[in-house]
C-alpha cells in the first residue's frame, strides 16, 4: 500500500527555517521521484522541487531557487524539503508525492508536472508571519 506522509510544517517568523519531512512507504523512493508541491488559498496548486530516484534534484518554482532545497534518505525512505529565508508568500500546504511508475524515474521536466505524480500526502501546513 503506496503511503506519503508529510511532517514538519509550523508557523515560522519572515527570515526563518523550516524542514518538511515525507515519509514514504509501500514504494522503493530510489525507484520513483518524488515531488513537493504548495498549495496557497485560492490559488491552484503549484510544483516547487522534484528529486528523482537517483538523487538528481529539479527546480520548478523560481520563487524557491536559492532558498529551498531536496533530499532525501533512501534507507530512511524519507524525502525532505529544506526551507530557508522564508516569506510570507510561501504560506500554502505543502504537499508531497510520487511520480506515476514509467520507464524513468527522473523528474518531469515540464513547468506543470502535476499530472505526473500518482500518490499524494495528506499535506502539511506552513505558515509564515510577517
Known amino acids: 500500500q503506496v503511503q506519503l506522509v508529510e511532517s514538519g510544517g509550523g508557523l515560522v517568523q519572515t527570515g526563518g527555517s523550516l524542514r518538511l519531512s515525507c515519509a514514504a512507504s509501500g514504494f522503493s523512493v530510489n525507484r520513483h521521484a518524488i515531488g513537493w508541491f504548495r498549495q496557497a488559498p485560492g490559488k491552484e496548486r503549484e510544483a516547487v522541487l522534484c528529486?528523482?530516484?537517483?538523487?538528481?534534484?529539479?527546480h520548478y518554482a523560481d520563487s524557491a531557487k536559492g532558498r529551498f532545497t531536496i533530499s532525501k534518505d533512501n534507507d530512511k525512505s524519507t524525502v525532505y524539503l529544506q526551507m530557508n529565508r522564508l516569506k510570507p508568500e510561501d504560506t500554502a500546504v505543502y504537499f508531497c508525492?510520487?511520480?506515476?511508475?514509467?520507464?524513468?524515474?527522473?523528474?518531469?521536466?515540464?513547468?506543470?508536472?502535476?499530472?505526473?505524480?500518482?500518490?499524494w500526502g495528506q499535506g502539511t501546513q506552513v505558515t509564515v508571519s510577517s
Open positions: 528529486i528523482s530516484g537517483g538523487g538528481i534534484s529539479f
Open positions: 508525492a510520487r511520480r506515476h511508475p514509467s520507464s524513468t524515474s527522473y523528474c518531469p521536466e515540464q513547468s506543470n508536472p502535476n499530472a505526473e505524480f500518482d500518490y
